[in-house]
């Protein structure tokens, strides 16, 4: 076992401490805090040096709900190196009993076991070798069943930690969370030659808790001299300081816009500033230009990775600090983690956020079950509104455009409201489809469909363009919330099946009701009509199939017209006369005779469930829909 891409940074949630109780069948016992073995830690370092972090250090910093502690042989002071991940096609370093320490590969590294479940008979295997690594802990996922006898027994005699995470959280978001966490931990304390520059700038920053954005910013306008912004890359505003007075209008319009106005940001992109700002790794000057002050900004980076950037501007009519360049240099370096750690943790919120929703729709959760967060009101009527990629174009094909889209859609349905005291829409993706629940007032039944349709008019305006929304039932409460989701799946497959799937559309159960009941119809008659192999429908379909005839496509061009052979034919593109003999051979051939009301009936029920299964369709929805973003576990 080699560590893949190692890390100076890792961070955890907090952690189950090892002296809590376990919470399982076959979990190891509770691990004494800080005893260490004789000889203490094997990653330590030596006296007088500056050391890592350690690894209860790097589990504070990550916050609470990401990791749990199952052991830790050495306690929560062993020290912590970096993070890597654990690949088992790697061959595994066997290291000699009397090898130096430091020569082992994994020597104070946490590594994800990406995969890994604790369940799994590999998981004992897996730990053995990340101890013959060095290893200052392992993590891996941990889903319905406790961890092994086995892999506790394992963990009793090795020196490496054992953590889990739990189902909630993304290895992706894991590892940025890590790796902001040890990033941040270990400059505390340690000399940096950005902040030797800005006097005082170290001592501030330091005290500034890992996330704490608000903090990060007012101690920043101190060292700067002036207001400061952070921003997200879509100029957004994630914090700024507190203003005693004299911010100019610019700034009070992007603190209650919560982002920076359009003109300015149309005003920005035009002079070229934005590329300059995301292009330059130093601190960008924009002059005071008539009320509004002078600006320094500057992008914070990983590398080529913008996470966001900081703004200070001159307040109280004052100018900025004379080291208010060197300072904002330094913070943009210190705000790194801060910023990772922002973003892993937003999108870890909005994951559970999402999977909360999902359980409410598809009602896997229970009403009296659901997250308190997601804010739903039984005393209230919801609409679920899905929205899909029309078969067959570009959106369809294009996944990663079309749910930039989606994210555009949902950034605008937030927005929107079907009445004054109606809260936001909710939304999830999943299998390719939008979900967005949506406040129903029953005085006002066209608010939703209004919603929809301005959703559609955005979407024909950002590649690729076309999409399919539709207007579940309005249903009272969360527990209707599935009922109006399944109606919204139906309108769905409506929109799908008809003769121009590829156009924008928008509609709601009533405006398809005979075609949605006519596929609830053919749902339920398709296990009977499998069953049923061997009917003069089946026969016909079966001679197409093998000698290309075309006795389904005439006989459903003739049903379609009403028996109306002139209007079929010309249909088919054929002469009457070709029409009349293919249907007598129908009759003769397979014993279909098209007289009779009821072998009509079956017919036009055996040739749509052809059609259907031609097309690869059939019940869809949540949960059933091809192309689910998978997700690594």
């Known amino acids: 076992m080699r560590p893949r891409q190692p890390s100076p940074e890792p961070s955890a949630g907090t952690p189950r401490r090892p002296d809590s109780p376990e919470p399982a069948e076959h979990a190891a016992p509770p691990t004494p805090v800080p005893s260490p073995e004789p000889g203490g830690p094997r990653h330590a370092t030596g006296p007088g040096e500056p050391g890592p972090p350690t690894l209860g250090r790097v589990l504070d910093l990550v916050g609470g709900g990401v990791l749990d502690v199952v052991r830790a042989p050495h306690g929560l002071g062993t020290p912590v190196r970096g993070v890597a991940l654990y690949d088992a096609g790697e061959p595994t370093w066997e290291a000699a009993p ?104 170290r001592q501030g920053l330091e005290h500034v808790r890992l996330g704490d954005l608000p903090a990060l910013a007012n101690v920043l306008a101190d060292l700067v001299g002036g207001a400061i912004t952070i921003e997200d890359t879509r100029s957004r505003v994630l914090a700024y300081s507190r203003t005693d007075s004299g911010a100019d209008p610019l700034r009070q319009l992007t603190i209650l816009g919560q982002r920076v106005p359009e003109w300015r940001v149309a005003q920005l992109r035009e002079s070229g500033f934005f590329r300059e700002l995301w292009t330059s790794y130093d601190v960008v000057h924009r002059p005071a230009d008539g009320e509004f002050a002078e600006r320094l ?38 705000a790194v983690p801060h910023l990772i750690q922002h973003r892993a943790h937003t999108r870890l919120s909005a994951r559970r956020h999402e999977e909360a929703l999902l359980g409410v729709l598809t009602g896997r959760t229970a009403t009296a079950d659901r997250d308190p967060a997601l804010g739903l009101d039984d ?38 409201r079907t009445s004054a005291d109606a809260g936001p829409a909710l939304s999830a993706q999943t299998g390719g489809r939008m979900y967005l629940v949506v406040p129903a007032d029953p005085e006002r039944p066209r608010a939703v469909a209004a919603i929809a349709r301005e959703l559609a008019a955005t979407a024909r305006t950002v590649p690729p363009g076309a999409v399919h929304v539709a207007v579940g039932r309005a249903e009272t409460g969360a527990a209707g919330l599935a009922a109006s989701r399944a109606s919204a799946d139906l309108v769905l497959r409506v929109l799908a099946e008809r003769s121009d799937p590829a156009a924008s559309a928008v509609a709601g159960q009533d405006d398809v009701a005979v075609e949605a009941a006519l596929l609830q119809v053919l749902d339920r008659v398709e296990p009977v009509w499998r069953e049923t192999a061997d009917g003069p429908v089946h026969r016909m379909l079966a001679h197409d199939a093998e000698h290309g005839t075309a006795f389904g496509t005439t006989l459903s061009a ?37 007289s009779d009301p009821a072998a009509r009936l079956l017919a036009d029920i055996g040739l749509r469930l052809a059609a259907r299964d031609a097309a690869g369709g059939g019940p869809g929805g949540l949960g059933n829909s091809p192309g689910n973003r998978d997700r690594p576990t």
């Open 297 to 334: 900004a500057v992008a914070v980076r990983v590398g080529d990775d913008v996470l966001g950037s900081l703004w200070a501007a001159a307040a109280d009519g004052r100018p900025l600090a004379e080291g208010a360049r060197a300072a904002l240099r330094a913070a943009a370096r210190a």
């Open 558 to 594: 003739y049903l379609a017209a009403f028996g109306d052979v002139g209007t079929a034919a010309a249909a088919l593109t054929v002469h009457p006369n070709t029409l009349r003999y293919r249907l007598r051979r129908i009759r003769d051939l397979f014993g279909l005779d098209l």
């Open 98 to 201: 009397d090898a130096a320490s430091a020569a082992l590969p994994a020597r104070g590294l946490l590594l994800l076991a990406v995969g890994v479940d604790v369940a799994e008979a590999a998981a004992p295997d897996v730990l053995l070798a990340a101890d013959r690594a060095g290893a200052a802990a392992v993590v891996m996922r941990r889903g319905a069943l406790p961890p092994t006898r086995a892999l506790t027994e394992t963990a009793r005699g090795v020196g490496t930690a054992l953590l889990t995470r739990g189902p909630g959280t993304d290895w992706t978001e894991l590892l940025a969370l890590l790796r902001a966490g040890v990033s941040y931990a270990d400059q505390v304390g340690r000399d940096d030659p950005e902040t030797a520059e800005a006097p005082g700038a």
């Open 379 to 416: 005393a209230r009527h919801y609409a679920v509104l899905a929205v899909a990629a029309p078969p067959g174009t570009e959106a369809a094909a294009d996944g990663t455009a079309w749910h930039r889209l989606l994210d555009v859609l949902a950034l605008q349905a937030a927005a929107l």
